[in-house]
């Protein structure tokens, strides 16, 4: 049973994702490491801002089920109509959102979700997300692994070409260390911890557990409303 921390915070949550939008808000996920999750957080943050806002929502860089856009079957006529003329042969509807099957613009959309999989050189992060209104950054649940994500995002937030950064740590490997939750509650840039997920383990979408559920409600919430803090003045 949710408590009313919980409960108000997932109330919270599902306000700020239906946050209104006057341009299309780019969202990239990103991990300093391999493995992280990347492509299953961004999967799972465009299938819920599409179920949620009920708009546009485009998913891109992320591959296609087994990596094969064939198999996503193109918009009928009714679904055509929701998007532009220039964007209706690049993509194909997904559950609530839209995949992108080629580049495309993605200016005829309320909200894209960006996938750059592993950030090689921290470096060069700003120029690489140049464009994005909010980055997430996966971590997974080793301190050290949380404590770099956390480094990261608060140089992005502070740099001039940066954007509104949070975490989200992905406990993929079943850990059982307190740290991430801990640091949720105490640093403001880190916004959620993603349980380990048997669906997901399984390479499943469907039957995902109720702690995974509104993690990805909430980080949404943190994305739709996360602004630099210059911008927050």
């Given at each position: 049973?949710?408590?009313?921390?919980?409960?108000?915070?997932?109330?919270?949550?599902?306000?700020?994702?239906?946050?209104?939008?006057?341009?299309?808000?780019?969202?990239?996920?990103?991990?300093?490491?391999?493995?992280?999750?990347?492509?299953?957080?961004?999967?799972?943050?465009?299938?819920?801002?599409?179920?949620?806002?009920?708009?546009?929502?485009?998913?891109?860089?992320?591959?296609?089920?087994?990596?094969?856009?064939?198999?996503?079957?193109?918009?009928?006529?009714?679904?055509?109509?929701?998007?532009?003329?220039?964007?209706?042969?690049?993509?194909?509807?997904?559950?609530?959102?839209?995949?992108?099957?080629?580049?495309?613009?993605?200016?005829?959309?309320?909200?894209?979700?960006?996938?750059?999989?592993?950030?090689?050189?921290?470096?060069?992060?700003?120029a690489a997300l140049a464009g994005a209104h909010a980055v997430?950054?996966?971590?997974?649940?080793?301190?050290?692994?949380?404590?770099?994500?956390?480094?990261?995002?608060?140089?992005?937030?502070?740099?001039?070409?940066?954007?509104?950064?949070?975490?989200?740590?992905?406990?993929?490997?079943?850990?059982?260390?307190?740290?991430?939750?801990?640091?949720?509650?105490?640093?403001?840039?880190?916004?959620?911890?993603?349980?380990?997920?048997?669906a997901l383990a399984s390479g499943r979408m469907a039957g995902?557990?109720?702690?995974?559920?509104?993690?990805?409600?909430?980080?949404?919430?943190?994305?739709?409303?996360?602004?630099k803090a210059e911008e927050a003045r």
């Amino acid at each position: 049973m949710l408590g009313a921390v919980e409960i108000e915070r997932l109330d919270r949550a599902v306000r700020d994702l239906h946050a209104p939008t006057p341009t299309v808000r780019r969202i990239v996920v990103t991990s300093l490491e391999s493995g992280a999750g990347t492509s299953t957080v961004a999967t799972l943050l465009a299938r819920t801002l599409g179920r949620h806002r009920g708009g546009r929502v485009l998913l891109a860089g992320s591959p296609a089920p087994a990596g094969d856009f064939s198999a996503l079957r193109p918009p009928n006529d009714a679904e055509q109509a929701m998007l532009p003329a220039e964007a209706r042969a690049l993509v194909r509807p997904w559950h609530d959102a839209w995949r992108a099957v080629d580049p495309v613009d993605d200016r005829g959309f309320d909200v894209s979700v960006y996938d750059l999989g592993r950030t090689a050189d921290p470096m060069r992060a700003p120029a690489a997300l140049a464009g994005a209104h909010a980055v997430v950054l996966v971590a997974g649940p080793a301190r050290t692994s949380g404590e770099n994500a956390l480094a990261l995002a608060d140089a992005l937030a502070a740099h001039p070409d940066g954007a509104a950064t949070v975490v989200a740590f992905s406990n993929r490997a079943r850990s059982r260390s307190p740290w991430p939750r801990l640091i949720c509650e105490r640093h403001p840039r880190a916004s959620v911890v993603l349980p380990y997920d048997r669906a997901l383990a399984s390479g499943r979408m469907a039957g995902l557990s109720g702690g995974t559920r509104r993690g990805v409600i909430a980080l949404a919430g943190d994305v739709m409303v996360a602004r630099k803090a210059e911008e927050a003045r």
